[in-house]
Structures are given as C-alpha cells and as structure tokens.
C-alpha cells in the first residue's frame, strides 16, 4: 500500500517521470500518464524496437 511519503528518499538526477520521459524521447519513443477516468493512474511507454 501506498502511504505517500514519496519513499523517504531524496530526489535524484534522472528519476521519477521526467527522468523516464527524457531516456525514452532520447530513444526515439514517447510516454504519456495521467489519471484513468474509473481512477488510479496509467503510465504508457512506447519505444521502437
């Protein structure tokens, strides 16, 4: 379960969705998230093979 402390962990370069964005968009790929209309969250990562 999640409580939303965000972990305890400090932030670091190239983590989180930014981070994932800009590794994948360098690999050509796009990413998209946002909140589901039934609730919760979808995080879709697409990269050319």
Same mark, same amino acid.
């Given at each position: 379960?999640?409580?939303?402390?965000? /972990?305890? $962990? *400090?932030?670091?370069? /190239?983590? @989180?969705?930014?981070?994932?964005?800009?590794?994948?968009? @360098? &690999? @050509?790929?796009?990413?998209? &998230?946002?909140? $589901? *209309?039934? /609730? /919760?969250? $979808?995080?879709?990562? $697409?990269?050319?093979?």
């Amino acid at each position: 379960m999640d409580d939303g402390d965000g /972990g305890g $962990r *400090p932030y670091e370069q /190239g983590s @989180g969705l930014r981070g994932l964005s800009e590794r994948v968009t @360098g &690999a @050509g790929g796009t990413v998209t &998230a946002g909140p $589901r *209309p039934g /609730g /919760g969250h $979808r995080l879709s990562v $697409r990269v050319p093979a």
